[in-house]
């Protein structure tokens, strides 16, 4: 087998959210007194995801960037999305009150789907003989998710880069998960949805690398795997 050490992100490659964060944000704010689209709420998310991902350098742990650690972190990122989508209309105190409730949605498992053919695809690697572990850009929340998902136990290791200190494309979270499973750095793969931290952070910590787009969106030159079907191959073969 040419890669017995399979590394995966969490995010966009193994779960993704049952409906949009503009649609949870619109539910639970409606019934504190805004009332918004779920579009609105998309739009100001993704604004706020993208100036967050600005103002916090790459490869440091943004959910302690910030007064307050990651209470602090969410508690921003809330009071942004809605004083956009609120246009300077959201009451005082507003984000305060929603922060609890959407960290509590996003606890659940109704929030989150497992794509259809992730537990076929690492029972197959796990049948192989392949050591599994996650490597993920995500609070503390991430085991949690893990565990109501009936996914933790396919794992091997579990790289949270809250609860290591550093992020992707930090060479540190990657040595990280190479210890959980006790890999040997030439003989390991991680899998990505993201080109500027999985394939270029992977890469540079010496690892093989290979993206998932299940939205389209990348580079078709880039390579990347539909979903992970064809992932036992590339594991077994080394090639697609």
């Given amino acids: 087998m040419r890669y017995p050490f399979v590394l995966l992100d969490a995010g966009d490659t193994l779960i993704g959210p049952r409906e949009s964060w503009g649609a949870v944000y619109a539910r639970v704010l409606r019934r504190l007194g805004l009332d918004r689209t779920a579009e609105t709420f998309d739009r100001s998310v993704r604004r706020v995801w993208r100036d ?11 959910y302690a960037f910030f007064d307050g650690g990651e209470d602090g972190y969410w508690l921003r990122f809330v009071s942004g999305a809605i004083a956009l989508a609120a246009d300077g209309e959201a009451p005082a105190g507003l984000a305060e009150a929603a922060l609890p409730v959407l960290r509590e949605a996003f606890r ?20 192989l003989g392949a050591r599994l572990a996650i490597v993920s850009n995500w609070d503390s929340r991430l085991p949690h ?7 933790d136990d396919l794992f091997d290791g579990i790289a949270v880069s809250h609860l290591l200190g550093f992020e992707k494309p930090d060479a540190r979270i990657f040595e990280a998960a190479l210890a959980m499973i006790g890999a040997e750095r030439d003989r390991t793969i991680h899998v990505g949805d993201r080109p500027e931290i999985d394939l270029e952070g992977a890469r540079a910590a010496g690892l093989a690398a290979a993206l998932v787009d299940r939205r389209g ?6 390579g990347a795997l539909a979903d992970l079907r064809a992932l036992p191959a590339v594991v077994r073969e080394g090639r697609r």
């Fill in 217 to 222: 969106r990348l580079d078709p030159a880039l």
């Fill in 108 to 127: 659940d498992r109704s929030a989150w789907t497992v794509y259809p053919e992730v537990r076929e695809v690492l029972g197959t690697l796990r049948l």
């Fill in 145 to 151: 998710l893990l565990d109501i998902l009936d996914l």
């Fill in 52 to 62: 967050l991902e600005r103002t916090v350098p790459r490869g440091v742990d943004r």
